[in-house]
Nanobody, 120 residues
């Protein structure tokens, strides 16, 4: 079992910045990869950036050059630095983890989400 807790969301003006955090607990040694997703009102959940396991990262075109993912393994924390925020970045942001289990088992975990609102 892995628990994920996001924080750092809030209300910010266009052009502003936020830094989201995702703290993992539980069987964190079994985490294979982590990612950030978001879901805007009335839209499907979409990948923002991932996976973050030291391998190549995949950023959504809409956030390239503005968002940066990072990890502090000692703190079991993943971050999402968001700069030059736009109103269309408004969404609930979710932390996601892929966890390996016995044999070929794979499990997927989500955090509860943190609201990001970009508005003047």
């Amino acid at each position: 079992q892995v628990q994920l807790v996001e924080s750092g969301g809030g209300l910010v003006q266009p052009g502003g910045s936020l830094n989201l955090s995702c703290v993992a607990s539980g069987d964190t040694l079994d985490i294979v990869a982590m990612a950030w997703y978001r879901q805007a009102p009335g839209k499907q959940r979409e990948l923002v950036v991932g996976p973050s396991s030291g391998d190549k990262l995949n950023y959504a075109d809409s956030v390239k050059g503005r968002f940066t993912i990072s990890r502090d393994n000692a703190k079991k924390t993943m971050y999402l630095q968001m700069n030059s925020l736009k109103p269309e970045d408004t969404a609930v942001y979710y932390c996601h983890a892929i966890v390996g289990g016995a044999g070929d088992a794979v499990y997927y975990y989500w955090g509860q989400g943190t609201q990001v609102t970009v508005s003047s």
